[in-house]
């Protein structure tokens, strides 16, 4: 039987439909709402010409973790996703550097300590050691601490969770943590690049997050055959079988609330949806500064004006005429000064001069995206989030971008194998996805922007709740998932501060 309760979910990211298949499948009624014509939010797709490019997210990591949120639905990854893992894992071009300027990762330790070796002499056995510690937090975040509604239970501030805490280094940061660890600065480039995938700087990401190396190394890097737009689709199977209902095209202008209550949604067409429940998975500064009234705003302007946020991303989509050997499906480049490129990105926000830089050739794995013997690329570069940039700006780093790759690629005539481009920048992430200041992530996770991060439960609005990337984890398509679990418990009223093991 379904639940009294009526639920409305304003925005279709993964942690929005992931939370809607919970909450379906456990018997409340519930509504998608999504601006965009595709679901999916930053996980979107596009064809053109013959080519196939996720537009965001493209790497499938900590497999675990969709594992068990399949599994509390009652479902097999196995049977959704056709799933890869990758080898090489990833391939890096060191810029400038004469004596190992490409190298793959195999998510093979036995294969990557030869390599590692190479880098530093005599690292085997502190990297076998780091790695351990590392896989051990990781098992102690997931079962203490990422799967917890922070708040939501009497023994948060216990004194046997906090020590549980102290062991995950939170003070230290991820630059000064490996400094202590290893000398070779491309090792350490290595080590760092995964907190990319978290919008932060090394030197102010708490060492906790040392746990992406483990989830690197040990577990390995996947892709979805078809593409990671696969996993959306999933989701909206499971959450059709179980009776969520979608709209699409369809712009949310307020979130109602009566007596400090919320009681549904204001749409831009001017019609009004009741619900005993609102939980929002657009933005959180667009839900709490443009869909709330002030009085109603738990996080106002005055708090974003404080926040640091994650970059946001210059990305090019390129459909080539032929095939790029020298790419791997994950590629990185990284710039030759690692510190200036964090300064131009955080510190002194402007394009950065020598960028790293990202490339995925999903064609690798999968020829099926692009028309028989080309290959489609999704090139992603870092940038400030809130820059202002003319049509000049953006021709000119175009144009910047094309000859570092023809330079690292050694591809003097790469943009001549270009049949189609399209750009995307950061007023783009502000039109399709109301990000605040173009950020393509959202909060970066410092250690405030971690410890503290922005809680997935109003504290002014009864029954309006949060979940994405904006809220507790974080960032990345598993922990939004995790939040998707963590809002689901909210809303059932489940103290639970592990992972479910059944709805």
């Keep these: 039987m379904k639940k009294e309760k009526n639920i409305i979910i304003i925005g279709s990211g993964i942690g929005g439909i ?7 499948k456990s018997g409340y009624t519930v509504t998608v709402i999504e601006k965009n014509d595709t679901l999916g939010g930053r996980a979107n797709i596009f064809k053109a010409e013959g080519y196939t490019f996720d537009m965001g997210p493209s790497w499938y990591l900590m497999p675990d973790v969709f594992k068990h949120y399949f599994n509390l639905l009652g479902e097999k990854v ?41 880098l530093e002499p005599g690292i085997t056995p502190k990297l076998r050691e780091y790695l351990k510690r590392s896989g051990e937090q990781y098992a102690l975040a997931k079962h203490y601490f990422m799967y917890r509604n922070i708040g939501i239970s009497a023994d948060f501030l216990s004194w046997k969770l ?29 080590l760092e690049y995964t907190l990319v995938f978290l ?7 708490p060492a906790l997050y040392n746990i992406m190396n483990f989830i690197d190394f040990d577990m390995g890097v996947y892709y979805p055959k078809g593409g990671i737009y696969e996993i959306i689709k999933a989701l909206i199977t499971i959450n059709k079988k179980h009776g969520t209902k979608f709209i699409t095209e369809t712009p949310v202008s307020k979130i109602l609330v009566e007596n400090k209550k919320v009681s549904g949604v204001l749409l831009e067409n001017g019609e ?19 869909l709330l009234e002030k009085k109603h705003q738990t996080y106002p302007e005055r708090y974003w004006e404080k926040t640091v946020l994650s970059p ?22 990284f710039g030759e000064d690692w510190k200036q490129n964090f300064k131009e990105l955080f510190d002194t926000p402007q394009l950065p001069e020598d960028p790293s830089y990202y490339i995925c050739k999903p064609t690798e794995t999968d020829p099926n995206l692009s028309p028989e013997g080309t290959d489609n690329l999704f090139v992603l570069v870092p940038i ?47 039109r399709d996805y109301n990000d605040y200041k173009g950020t393509a992530l959202g909060l970066a996770h410092t250690l405030k922007q ?40 909210r809303v059932a009223g489940i103290k639970n501060p592990h992972p479910l093991e059944s709805l």
Excluded at 199 to 205: Q, R, V
Excluded at 315 to 329: A, F, K, N, V
């Design 312 to 333: 946001s991303a210059f990305i090019m989509y390129l459909g080539l005429d032929r095939e790029l050997d020298i790419l791997s499906h994950h590629n990185l480049r």
């Design 450 to 489: 971690t410890l503290l991060r922005p809680s997935n439960k109003s504290k002014k609005v009864k029954n309006l709740f949060y979940v994405g990337a904006g809220t507790s984890p974080g960032i990345g398509m598993p922990i939004c998932l995790i939040s998707a679990e963590l809002v689901y418990k």
């Design 199 to 205: 919008g932060s700087d090394p030197a102010k990401t």
């Design 78 to 118: 196995s049977d959704h996703l056709d799933l890869v893992k990758l080898s090489p894992s990833y391939r890096v071009f060191f810029a400038n550097d004469k004596d190992i300027p490409v190298l793959d990762i195999h998510s093979d330790l036995e294969k990557d300590l030869l390599l590692f070796e190479k």
């Design 18 to 24: 992931g939370a809607a298949a919970l909450l379906s």
């Design 384 to 430: 400030p989030p809130g820059l202002t940039l003319s049509d000049t700006e953006m021709k000119d780093y175009r144009e910047k971008i094309y000859n570092l790759m023809k330079k690292d690629l050694k591809l003097p005539e790469l943009e001549s194998y270009v049949v189609y481009e399209r750009a995307y920048w950061s007023d783009d992430f502000r």
């Design 272 to 290: 009004q949806l009741r619900a005993d429940i609102v939980i929002s998975n657009a933005d959180l500064w667009f839900t709490e500064t443009q």
């Design 162 to 190: 906090i020590k549980k805490g102290i062991q995950l280094n939170p003070f230290q940061t991820m630059h000064t943590y490996l400094n202590k660890w290893f000398k070779s600065d491309r090792v350490k480039k290595i």
